[in-house]
Each structure stands twice: as C-alpha cells, then as structure tokens.
C-alpha cells in the first residue's frame, strides 16, 4: 500500500465521521433530521469500507505464496487458541450467570453476604482470565 492510497484512505474515514456529525449538529434537532443523519453516517460508513476493502484486495496477491509455506502444526496452533479462548468465555459466562444471579438474591435477602457472594462471581470470571492467558501462552510458542 503506498502513501497516496494510505492517506485517501485516512482521509475517507475521518469524512465519514465528521459529515454525518456536522449535518446533524447543524440546524434544529428533529425526529427527521436524526434520521436522515442516521442514514448519512450509514451511507458514508459503508462508502468507507468499500473503499477500504477495494485498496486492500486490489494489490498483488502476495500472502498465498507465505500460507502455502505455513505448516499444519501453525495451522492447529491457532485453532486451539481459538478454542481455549472460546470455550473458556462460554463456559465463564455459564458460571457468571449463575453465580451472579444467586449472589443477588442472597444480597437481596441479606446484604451482609455481599463479600462472600462478589468472591464467587469473580472466581467464575477468573475462568475466563485463564483461558485468555492459556492462548497468549500458545499464541507465544507459533
């Protein structure tokens, strides 16, 4: 990607940021104007990112020629950082829903326990936290 193509680029989206902005911020604030505002930052957000999708595919194809050289260990390695991370958040928010909604209704019938009920809801996010670190720590090794 050279200069020009980054700047045209830089350029388009702060664009699309700042015209839906400044046409709603000018003038009386109304259910219309909001929508016809809603509609130019939607227009000018997807003008962004054709923009952007067609300055990163339209170069030459270079990266088929790296992954063919990539072997199937690299390949499994993100995959099971990908699970460890995903399977460690679902099962994280299973315990936190649980946790949490017991917690509250202790809380609710007896607000001394709110300590002891925050210690389980943490240990369940911690779940997530490990997770999060076992595919940092595979990540690492590729």
Not at 24 to 41: D, F, P, S
Not at 79 to 96: D, Q, R
């Amino acid at each position: 990607m050279t200069l020009a193509t980054k700047l045209i680029l830089i350029a388009t989206l702060v664009l699309s940021i700042i015209l839906p902005f400044g046409y709603y911020l000018i003038g009386e604030k109304n259910k219309k104007r909001y929508k016809r505002a809603i509609g130019t930052n939607a227009f000018f957000y997807f003008g962004a990112f054709l923009v952007a999708s067609i300055m990163m595919f339209g170069g030459n194809v270079q990266a088929a020629e790296a992954a063919t050289s990539a072997s199937i260990a690299t390949g499994l390695g993100y995959i099971a950082a990908a699970l460890v991370t995903g399977l460690s958040c679902i099962g994280g928010g299973i315990a936190v829903a649980s946790a949490a909604s017991a917690a509250l209704g202790a809380i609710s019938e007896d607000s001394s326990v709110l300590g002891k009920s925050l210690i389980f809801v943490g240990l369940a996010e911690g779940v997530c936290l490990y997770g999060l670190i076992i595919s940092f720590m595979i990540l690492g090794k590729l």
